[in-house]
């Protein structure tokens, strides 16, 4: 016995020990995840502080309504129905003003068309006598139900009224439903609108007054950006090409580059922000019926150059690249062609931002296609003879070929950019600093 | 008088002939929008019938839940609370499986933890006394709006629980500030749950028993359709291409191509597919842990093969082709290449619809490959020489340069849905139709 105990201790030790270590283990695991999700948070209120301020107002919103609660007055006379303007609040308040305000007035709209045309239900169903109207308000809830939740898959309505068509079933079903008494219905649609209407004007108020975020200034910022990162990537593209051949593989270079990968997929937000800022007021240097179009249109030729650029990225990662000898032949002017059409989509975004026309723009677009011109004329130029050897050439021609599309993707966003600044009444400022003009001055 | 009235009564009559005209243009213009918009809905029902069937879903179960309203003895004991089963279903009840599972399994769980944490609240704020009860419910609406608010910015929270937040915030906003005595509340939580549950529950077991539409399914099917677009255009791009250098060009055959477009901005969509069959259970051939992140890898590589395609569909629009002559050279290796990916990839994409192992697909990689290689030494070889114009071979060979980059994105796809073969247990079918590997025989 003694024996066995004395062999049972250590066991059990072990095991206690073991589970301990286990339990320390996992804690040290929640630990660390709880560690990694706070960081998380500080990084996205660090990348975007509104988010902070947006998280404030929401609270603030919600606060400010539920006093229809502590407020006896104002509780008297609305009861219950209170709930509403606190529903409306959690569900209406949206990150920028332009979706708070479609929200707000979608649900406005929907649930005053759904209030009448529920009354008017009721009313018929009341006519066919007791033991009909279930079943009269039945097929009325199913049929509004049933062309509502369809109507939502029209890509059109989506964009705009999903949300409205959303609050019009519930309302629809809701007080067509509710069986009281027609007085009693009439005060409930009119306390219903009533306090949405309140929930709503909060909801807006708040989103305008207090450090208002405008979907329209974010869309804009964001094709002036997006720009930018094609522009940073075509400034470095020629020295990172070129450079490797000379000093073998430079990864730093490249992953700076790596920007203008979020371009690629951008066309979703896109979308959502000018859906947004359709709504929005006038605001700033924008207007409320702003070209948002013109803007869509900026981003998607904005796009195929980018979609062009992922394929030049791919040569900058290449196994197979052309002997030194052959790029040094097209360097010059292929780093011209990449470094100002760069330079031309930079200043393109940064006359998007400030709102002046694009001269200086248009003065690299001018040299990139000159570049273009040189390319052309080396190319067919018998510079080329001692080299029987296509296979050193393709990788060169390909690039060569696709900064070429990359040149004209640049005018056409150029030419769009310029279309804008017509619309918009872009400032004339005259470039001040015209480096490449001064030999001919 | 006589003779003003005369000259008055034309002008008269044609202002009202001239009204007439605009409001039947006007009528017209609303016929037409009217007419256009029920096409579209058409339309919307023909591409997809089991949008017809959700909004017919979505009617049944609004119209089953609303009998709490209409069966006597079902209200008597939910009362107004019923309207919660209401509400949950028009927010609840989505197009797919997943979207509907997540949306109430959010909503259930968000009630039950509001309701929990409100419930603590309340009677925190109890004890404080009639004055400050107010003051500290505002806060803590304020703070778990705040933070709950501020968490729904965080990429993976809003993937999966965004709708579940929204709920926790509302539930605990309107538990919280009710203001009712506490034996109250607790039925208040309790009731709410059980008609949120009720109508969760509706939404589950019609979304699952009618007619169902999986998201998990729809996933697999967009990621190998998208695969199959590619392939069509790669088969038909090398006839298109070389054709053109003969007959002029054929706008007819590259409109055919052009399906792969939507394959550039199907991201978003993979993802929210993904995040929805997350949620759903095992059905047909999907198991409840199913790889959906090896199908997002497949549809990145696919996506990625997409920019290469809109670059080759740069060049059958190009305005500068090179000569037919320079052309022929590489005709047949650069078909072969292009066919022989548009077939691998329509294989790939057959493999995973039929879910068998892709035996046939690698066959044409192979072939690919090979005729990579044959290009490779068709490029070094001495058959350039008379070619010192190197600006009309630019062209062609980017369009090669092109098409190996291709190949190589077409082996990357093959080699993950290899991957997705392994991991599922594909069936294994020696392919019956080997017309390439005949000759052998």
């Known amino acids: 016995m003694d024996l066995e105990c004395g062999s049972q201790e250590p066991v059990k030790q072990g095991l206690l020990a073991r589970g301990w270590l286990k339990i320390k283990a996992l804690s040290n695991n929640v630990k660390a995840e709880v560690f990694e999700f706070f960081r998380t948070l500080r990084k996205l209120g660090q990348d975007d502080p509104r988010r902070v301020v947006h998280s404030l107002k929401a609270g603030l919103a919600l606060t400010l309504v539920s006093l229809f609660y502590y407020y006896q007055p104002l509780y008297d006379s609305f009861g219950v129905s209170a709930m509403w303007a606190v529903i409306t609040v959690v569900v209406v308040f949206e990150f920028s003003v332009g979706a708070t305000l479609g929200k707000g007035v979608n649900r406005g709209l929907a649930t005053l068309l759904a209030g009448a045309l529920a009354i008017g239900a009721h009313q018929l169903a009341n006519l066919t006598g007791r033991i009909c109207e279930p079943v009269v308000l039945g097929f009325f809830v199913f049929l509004q139900a049933a062309i509502s939740t369809f109507a939502r898959f029209c890509p059109k309505i989506k964009a705009r009224y999903d949300y409205g068509l959303l609050v019009f079933i519930l309302t629809f079903s809701l007080i067509s439903i509710s069986g009281f008494r027609d007085d009693e219905i009439l005060e409930l649609v009119h306390k219903r609108l009533l306090t949405v209407l309140i929930g709503g004007s909060t909801c807006v108020i708040i989103s305008v007054l207090l450090f208002p975020v405008w979907a329209g200034q974010d869309l804009h910022n964001l094709i002036a950006s997006n720009m930018e990162k094609l522009?940073?990537?075509?400034?470095?593209?020629?020295?990172?090409?070129?450079?490797?051949?000379?000093?073998?593989?430079?990864?730093?270079?490249?992953?700076?580059?790596?920007g203008y990968k979020s371009v690629l997929n951008s066309k979703n937000n896109e979308e959502a922000l000018a859906n947004f800022a359709r709504w929005e007021p006038r605001h700033g240097r924008f207007?409320?019926?702003?070209?948002?179009?013109?803007?869509?249109?900026?981003?998607?030729?904005?796009?195929?150059?980018?979609?062009?650029?992922?394929?030049?990225?791919?040569?900058?990662?290449?196994?197979i690249q052309a002997k030194p000898e052959i790029r040094s032949k097209i360097q010059s002017t292929c780093t011209e062609m990449s470094m100002e059409s760069g330079e031309a989509l930079k200043e393109l975004s940064m006359a998007i931002k400030t709102m002046v026309k694009p001269f200086a723009a248009d003065i690299h677009i001018e040299h990139s296609k000159s570049a273009v011109k040189n390319l052309n004329s080396l190319l067919k130029s018998g510079l080329w003879d001692d080299e029987p050897n296509l296979l050193e050439v393709v990788p060169v021609a390909t690039v060569a070929s696709l900064l070429i599309d990359v040149v004209s993707c640049t005018a056409n966003i150029a030419e769009s950019v310029h279309e804008l600044a017509t619309m918009l009444n872009f400032e004339t400022v005259e470039p001040t600093v015209l480096r490449e003009t001064e030999p001919e001055i």
């Open 231 to 258: 522009g940073i990537f075509l400034e470095g593209f020629g020295d990172e090409y070129f450079k490797m051949s000379e000093d073998g593989e430079s990864k730093e270079g490249i992953s700076l580059l790596q």
């Open 287 to 319: 207007q409320f019926r702003h070209p948002w179009k013109q803007y869509l249109k900026i981003g998607a030729l904005t796009r195929q150059c980018a979609y062009r650029i992922e394929s030049l990225n791919g040569h900058l990662h290449a196994d």
